[in-house]
Nanobody
Framework: QVQLVESGGGLVQAGGSLRLSCVVSGRTITSIPMGWFRQAPGKEREFVATIDWSGNYRYYTNSVKGRFTISRDNAENTVSLQMHSLKPENTGVYSC???????????????????WGQGTQVTVSS
């Protein structure tokens, strides 16, 4: 059974930083794209960032470009999201996600991902 477990969320003031981690068990992530999504209260889940299987291609939603960095450590079966210059609008539950098919393309649609974590809460105060 594939499990994704996020950690690293918390309460931070605007302008602060957090680093989220997602540890995957049950399969290796070496050959699959990974992504991060956010769901704010009362809103739909939205795409934040994705990284391809090699780590060479990364794509971000416009609002986080230059502030967030997605990375992966295939040896540790982990994907991370480093977040700087946080804003109140970045508040939400952050979930990591994985695609099932090896060497598939990255995606920014939640429906393209097969495995999901429970999420970790990030709250940015003004």
């Amino acid at each position: 059974q594939v499990q994704l477990v996020e950690s690293g969320g918390g309460l931070v003031q605007a302008g602060g930083s957090l680093r989220l981690s997602c540890v995957v068990s049950g399969r290796t992530i070496t050959s699959i794209p990974m992504g991060w999504f956010r769901q704010a209260p009362g809103k739909e889940r939205e795409f934040v960032a994705t990284i391809d299987w090699s780590g060479n291609y990364r794509y971000y939603t416009n609002s986080v470009k230059g502030r967030f960095t997605i990375s992966r450590d295939n040896a540790e079966n982990t994907v991370s999201l480093q977040m700087h210059s946080l804003k109140p609008e970045n508040t939400g539950v952050y979930s990591c996600a994985a695609r099932r098919t090896s060497y598939s393309s990255t995606a920014n649609a939640a429906g393209s991902y097969d495995y999901w974590g429970q999420g970790t809460q990030v709250t940015v105060s003004s």
